[in-house]
């Protein structure tokens, strides 16, 4: 598979892919399954796709923090940015 198209890298390739998956995933479920909206620890009422939504966003600022204000490793980021999303998803 050529990604020179767009001067992707394989790593970024798969990071758009995997969002894109997760859209369609959280879409397919909402038309099987639609769900009401919920408050969790958020100051607003969410439903699913709000909290995946919020949380795709708020871990890019994850990311970008932690490129503006460390050096150290990306990973680190990364796994914040996870458990971000867990808990947000689970308890948002």
Request: charge should be positive; charged fraction near 10%.
């Amino acid at each position: 598979m050529s990604l020179k198209w767009m001067a992707w890298t394989l790593p970024t390739a798969i990071f758009f892919i995997t969002i894109a998956c997760l859209l369609v995933a959280m879409t397919v479920w909402q038309i099987k399954a639609p769900s009401i909206e919920r408050k969790g620890f958020l100051p607003i009422a969410t439903t699913p796709g709000d909290r995946l939504f919020i949380g795709l966003l708020s871990s890019a600022f994850i990311h970008l923090a932690w490129i503006g204000l460390t050096s150290l490793n990306l990973w680190i980021a990364f796994v914040l940015a996870l458990i971000w999303m867990i808990v947000l998803m689970r308890w948002g």
